[in-house]
């Protein structure tokens, strides 16, 4: 279920990778801290993600 525009992302942890290793991301973390983006896409290395992915960090 999408949430209404202006709600309050519920909080949680992703994992991704750095020059050091892999980190622990927690959303409250950083909310506003840092300007944040929360980007999802429907399947990862197919054609619709690669366009999608494109197409969105161009208008950012």
Do not use: W, Y
Not at 20 to 46: C, E, H, V, W, Y
């Amino acid at each position: 279920m999408p949430l209404a525009v202006g709600t309050k992302a519920p909080d949680f942890t992703l994992s991704t990778k750095t020059a050091d290793g892999p980190k622990q991301i927690k959303l409250s973390d950083n909310f506003g801290k840092r300007n944040t983006l929360l980007l999802f896409f429907p399947m990862a290395f197919t054609g619709t993600c690669t366009t999608e992915m494109c197409l969105s960090l161009i208008h950012i």
